[in-house]
């Protein structure tokens, strides 16, 4: 049990500072923020979801990773849940590997 409790503390930490970290970046360019970490049985999208009613947002952000084929069937995605279910307007903003891979797909091929 010590060893559970150990990696449940260490998962608290790491949520909340990432939580931190974001609402920090949010507040840096001008935005309303402040870190919330949810702890809850429900899935992550749910979870996103009634916070974002419980503090009458007006905006949800989210990030995406870009989980495609047979990860994306078995594991899902938030940030496609949330944006499906939620009745506020929701931003989805790609991981940076995912906005490079994009924006070479739109790139056209150079001939010599």
Partial sequence: METLDALDRAALDAS????AEGAELAVARGLLAEPLVSSTVASAYEAILDAAGRLDSDLIVIGS???RGFSATVLGSTSSNVLHHATIPTLVIPSEAVARARSAQREPAVSS
């Fill in 16 to 19: 909340e500072t990432i939580a």
């Fill in 65 to 67: 990773r870009g989980l």
